[in-house]
């Protein structure tokens, strides 16, 4: 397990604030996560995944652009969106843009779909979201056979048939390392099952034991289909400081912004700094010293049998110095002493 653990992170590309706490540019939030990125290459991160959002408090709403430009400044970390929005995409179009990322990276690329937790991009590129279940499952049915790389003949009921269509450019090497994105509906994990693609769970809040029964089921679709089982990843929120106390009071009231601003969008009530708490201690917020944040991941290593964590790292308005630090013991602290919990 320790020697294929992969340790990532994530990031929304959240519109962070300036030293006079006013909020920066989209153009420069994308720069400084093009600066994030090439330090966690450097400090050997394996893999940065960039989500695509098409709102205000999110810059980046085109993943595969800054993967690209991550990539010419970078050597060996993998690189992938976190998620891409397949739904009100299109799959052709989307393997085609991750494909020129995996040829301008040398073969790093990845691409993690999902259905999307925001539903924004409908209305903007012209879905209905009456038809959100259904556009999701003819689309990955549709790239599950552009992973093929052979001609596409291929036909469905909400978008015009293939018939022998080649796809440019093809993967390189190989094919392209496809992971759905779940946050947790027994139907999407048999999906994801269904289709032979690793598992990526979204686990945001709550004790991260309880997607145990989401992990048992993928294992057994799997043995139910005869196939031998996929590698199941985590992804949570967090933030490393060099004590508890510290990094507590340094993400409490721009996690809270966040969590805040999204919550009135949904009928959730304000967080309260209890509710923080509760999260850090026995929830999905790893928030701490690298000892602590370590002992967290190490636990959900080993109660979910992942082979991948990644870290949401950015959090609204926290400051890119702040996340650099993140960053940096993460890579050079968090990492080392989750591999030592492990052996």
Do not use: C
């Not at 990276?105 to 279940?133: C, H, K, M, W």
């Amino acid at each position: 397990m320790t020697t294929s653990l992969e340790f990532g992170l994530d990031t929304f590309g959240d519109v962070t604030r300036d030293a006079a706490g006013a909020p920066l540019p989209h153009a420069q939030v994308i720069r400084n996560v093009i600066d994030e990125a090439v330090l966690a290459d450097e400090i050997g991160i394996d893999f940065i995944g960039l989500g695509e959002h098409h709102r205000a408090d999110f810059a980046i709403s085109a993943p595969e652009v800054v993967l690209a430009a991550i990539a010419a400044r970078t050597r060996q970390i993998r690189l992938g969106s976190s998620v891409t929005v397949l739904s009100s995409d299109d799959p052709i179009r989307v393997f085609q843009r991750f494909a020129t990322v995996d040829a301008a990276s040398n073969g790093r690329a990845e691409v993690i779909l999902g259905r999307g937790s925001f539903t924004e991009s409908f209305p903007l590129f012209g879905f209905d979201l009456n038809q959100y279940e259904a556009l999701f499952e003819e689309k990955l049915g549709l790239f599950a056979e552009l992973l093929k790389q052979e001609p596409v003949t291929w036909q469905g009921k909400l978008r015009a048939p293939l018939n022998s269509q080649p796809v440019f450019p093809p993967i390189e090497h190989g094919r392209l390392k496809t992971w759905i994105g779940v946050g947790g509906s027994p139907e999407s994990v048999v999906r994801a099952a269904r289709y032979d693609l690793p598992l990526m769970l979204a686990i945001i809040g709550g004790d991260p034991k309880r997607f145990a029964p989401s992990v048992e089921l993928y294992h057994r679709a799997f043995k139910q289909l005869g196939r031998p089982v996929k590698a199941i990843g985590v992804h949570s929120p967090g933030y490393v400081a060099d004590s508890d106390e510290q990094a507590r009071e340094e993400l409490f009231a721009d996690y809270k912004a966040m969590r805040d601003r999204i919550g009135r969008e949904r009928g959730w009530p304000p967080m309260g700094r209890d509710e923080f708490v509760r999260e850090a201690e026995h929830g999905s917020l790893y928030v701490g010293s690298p000892e602590t944040v370590a002992r967290k991941i190490a636990a959900t290593v080993k109660a979910l049998g992942i082979a991948r964590f990644q870290l949401k790292y950015s959090a609204g308005p926290l400051p890119h110095e702040r996340l650099m630090r993140s960053i940096e013991l993460y890579g050079r602290k968090v990492v080392p002493l989750v591999r030592d919990m492990l052996v």
